[in-house]
């Protein structure tokens, strides 16, 4: 039975909503002055970003880094550049050979920022020789740096090709820490920015779909656009305090775009729908405030609690994507409950304005929608048959992810195109761990003959192994107080086979030789040990991460709904979502079953960010559908309908949006499946079909199922929680008495 309607709802959407509508000219021109002021002085004041020479390590290697630090080494060592000789049939005691060599160490030389130069002729530097004769390596240190030897590396890059050119029967490339570093950098800020323009185009093409109309497509894409926007300039202004980490403006933009479109995509709907069941204007968009308004409103809180999970993780990287991602799903779900209700306001039914009528077949009608009807009846029919068979494909995709293996991306996973990629490749290949060498940090008398002894044992203990390791290399700071060993790993740097030599260099070999003079600190640090150490950190902060994103999600749920069933089920449905997409995630990845299709090498892992990562992001996306469904459905039962009527009119009546909101983030996180950076790729791939199985599977099929077999106890509230507010889902109706506990 309907009950009459009471007064308008006063909750705070509502009440936002309703002063929006109210001044309209201050909401939008307040709104428009934010987001200008925000990217202005955000440029103005420029982004301090985290330095990875002083970032990057966590435990051991930390700690390492610190001994060289404090010894006066540079913490990432020296800038050191590799000009690669190579031939397929010329050894290095041909003089072709020689001569070609010698041609590149004279064209280097004279060029400023150079010293250092080292290369093989003769009898000297023969451990830049390879063992079959026909690699030989030039190296050279640049003064500075990093950032500043990045500045002045083009002419060196230029005089080592220009003396390519002069050996047409060698291969002569160039590559090292800041030739590498400067043009991957840029390969990447690319292809980012290309998925930037790709994904604008591609999300107003899905709206235009869903709206028939290129007005209403327009707004939810310009209110995200601006969202996205304003966050960047804060989060420039804020990097002054917390430094930022250089990815933090892409991660902006993927969640920016994704949840501002949701948001104003809710609103938009329902504030249409209402309109077509013959609401006057105002009472339509007051009933959009209302209710999808109080949804945007929980959902955002719900994400912004997800994201600050990231702050847990004691990561400065994941600090500055968690600091980044709760500034622009604030100002996402901000502007949608001020500026986006004095827009349509304003608009009325012009909204519609720009309809293409050929379009018309394909836009998803309001109220209740045909194709999800016939998809709902069954499962309500069959609820338990629904909801085993779905929680068995969740589980089933899900089983990957309990052999997942993390690793940092390897340099045969890198684009061979990509500048400096194909000569790393040829000094991995013909220097085994040369590219990136275990560094012992030692802090002792480096001129002793008990260190000079020291080292020997280390050397030649790690020749017994059988381990692959490579040749020694010392150097010492000019006090002679803190030595660098540099020694070579067996493997890629991130597999298996460098990590076990990693832990045998740890754990037996320097305990027994280094660990044995008197008075001494050491420790190990590298890319190999750094990678390590920091998915060992990621391990221990994962379970506060989980707690506390578990923990404060179901209790604001369960403010919100009144309900511990609804609030449990919807962090087990979130934690089944997550599960099947990082499965999913290392059945392509770690297991290789997607490389033909996504044209890309595996790595047989993981990246270490992308758990913690894809947990945190889809756990607040999920929310997003989770909460606007649920929302629907409590509206419902509120009014007077029975829970299982309830259910399927909340459903079907929101099944349109939740489908166009879904397809919009399928298209703009399926873009970044398309990069040639396998990081991105897994996180593509991560996203998108955690929203897709999200959006089907679980809100489709195991919600509604579930919710039928619990019927009337998915209201269920101990009394002695009755002292939880009741918050209204339905713009002012009277709402239908929960279930107590008897």
Do not use: C
């Not at 007064?7 to 939008?28: D, F, V």
């Not at 020479?53 to 966590?58: G, R, W």
């Not at 349509?344 to 077949?361: M, N």
Request: aromatic residues 6%.
């Amino acid at each position: 039975m309907q009950h009459p309607p009471r007064n308008p709802a006063r909750h705070l959407a509502a009440r936002m909503g309703h002063w929006s509508a109210g001044h309209r000219k201050l909401a939008i021109f307040g709104w428009l002055a934010f987001v200008v002021a925000a990217i202005v002085i955000g440029t103005a004041v420029g982004t301090k970003t985290i330095d990875p020479n002083n970032n990057n390590t966590v435990g051991p290697s930390a700690r390492a880094d610190q001994i060289l630090k404090r010894g006066g080494f540079s913490q990432s060592g020296p800038v050191t550049e590799i000009a690669v000789v190579q031939s397929k049939h010329l050894t290095i005691a041909s003089p072709e050979f020689q001569a070609a060599i010698d041609d590149v160490a004279r064209t280097v030389a004279p060029l400023g920022n150079v010293h250092n130069l080292r290369w093989p002729h003769g009898q000297a530097h023969r451990d830049q020789v390879s063992r079959d004769g026909r690699t030989a390596l030039v190296e050279w240190d640049m003064s500075g740096k990093l950032k500043a030897a990045e500045k002045q590396i083009d002419p060196l890059t230029a005089a080592v090709g220009s003396a390519a050119a002069r050996h047409p029967g060698f291969y002569i490339g160039e590559a090292g820490a800041a030739s590498s570093d400067k043009a991957l950098t840029k390969l990447f800020a690319d292809q980012l920015g290309q998925a930037g323009e790709r994904s604008i185009p591609l999300t107003l093409l899905i709206l235009v779909l869903v709206f028939g109309s290129l007005l209403a497509a327009w707004i939810p894409l310009m209110l995200g656009l601006q969202a996205v926007i304003a966050t960047v300039g804060l989060t420039a202004i804020v990097s002054h305090i917390t430094p930022m980490d250089s990815n933090v403006s892409a991660v902006v933009m993927l969640v920016g775009l994704a949840v501002g479109v949701d948001y104003t995509l809710f609103y938009l709907r329902r504030e249409r729908e209402e309109r077509a069941a013959g609401r006057s204007e105002r009472a339509a968009l007051e009933a959009a405030a209302a209710t999808s308004g109080r949804s945007v409103l929980i959902s955002g809180i719900t994400v912004l609690i997800a994201m600050a999970g990231m702050l847990f993780s004691g990561d400065k990287t994941f600090i500055s994507m968690s600091i980044g991602t709760m500034m622009v799903v604030a100002v996402a779900m901000i502007g949608s409950l001020t500026v986006l209700p004095a827009v349509l306001s304003k608009l009325g039914d012009r909204v519609e304005k720009g309809r293409i009528p050929l379009l018309s077949r394909f836009r998803s009608p309001v109220g209740e929608g045909r194709i999800w009807s016939r998809i709902l009846d069954p499962v309500l029919r069959r609820p338990a048959i629904s909801a085993a068979l779905s929680v068995a494909l969740l589980v089933a995709l899900a089983m990957p992810a309990l052999q997942i293996h993390t690793a940092s991306s390897s340099l045969n996973t890198l684009p061979r195109s990509a500048p400096t990629v194909e000569t790393l490749n040829r000094i991995q290949a013909a220097f085994p761990g040369q590219a990136a060498p275990a560094v012992i940090a030692v802090k002792t008398n480096t001129t002793s003959p008990a260190f000079t002894a020291a080292v020997a044992r280390l050397q030649s203990a790690a020749a017994a192994t059988h381990q692959g390791y490579g040749g020694i290399s010392i150097d010492s700071n000019p006090s002679h107080t803190v030595g660098r060993i540099a020694i070579p790993l067996p493997g890629n740097g991130t597999d298996g086979v460098s990590t076990r030599a990693l832990l045998t260099l740890r754990g037996q070999l320097l305990p027994a030789t280094i660990g044995e003079l008197p008075n001494v600190t050491y420790g190990v640090t590298g890319s190999t040990a750094g990678s390590y150490d920091w998915n060992e950190m990621m391990k221990s902060s994962l379970p506060l991460v989980f707690g506390f994103v578990l923990t404060f999600a179901f209790l604001l749920l369960l403010a919100s709904f009144r309900s511990l069933v609804i609030a449990a089920k919807a962090v087990v449905l979130n934690l089944l979502s997550v599960g099947a997409a990082l499965g999913v995630v290392v059945a392509v990845f770690q297991f290789g079953w997607g490389t033909d299709v996504l044209g890309f090498t595996s790595n047989r892992s993981v990246a270490p960010w992308l758990p913690l990562f894809l947990f945190v992001i889809l756990f607040g996306l999920s929310m997003d559908y989770h909460v606007f469904i649920l929302s629907r459905i409590r509206e419902a039962y509120d009014r007077g309908m029975s829970t299982e009527d309830a259910i399927a009119h909340g459903i079907k009546t929101t099944a349109g949006t939740v489908t166009s909101a879904a397809i919009v983030m399928v298209g703009v996180f399926s873009i970044f499946a398309t990069l040639p950076i396998l990081d991105m790729k897994e996180m593509g791939i991560g996203l998108a079909s955690a929203v897709l199985i999200d959006a089907t599977i679980v809100r489709g099929v195991l919600l509604p199922a579930s919710m039928k077999l619990l019927g009337d106890w998915n209201w269920y509230l101990p009394r002695w929680l009755h002292w939880l507010p009741k918050l209204e889902h339905h713009g002012g109706l009277t709402a239908h008495p929960a279930p107590a506990a008897a």
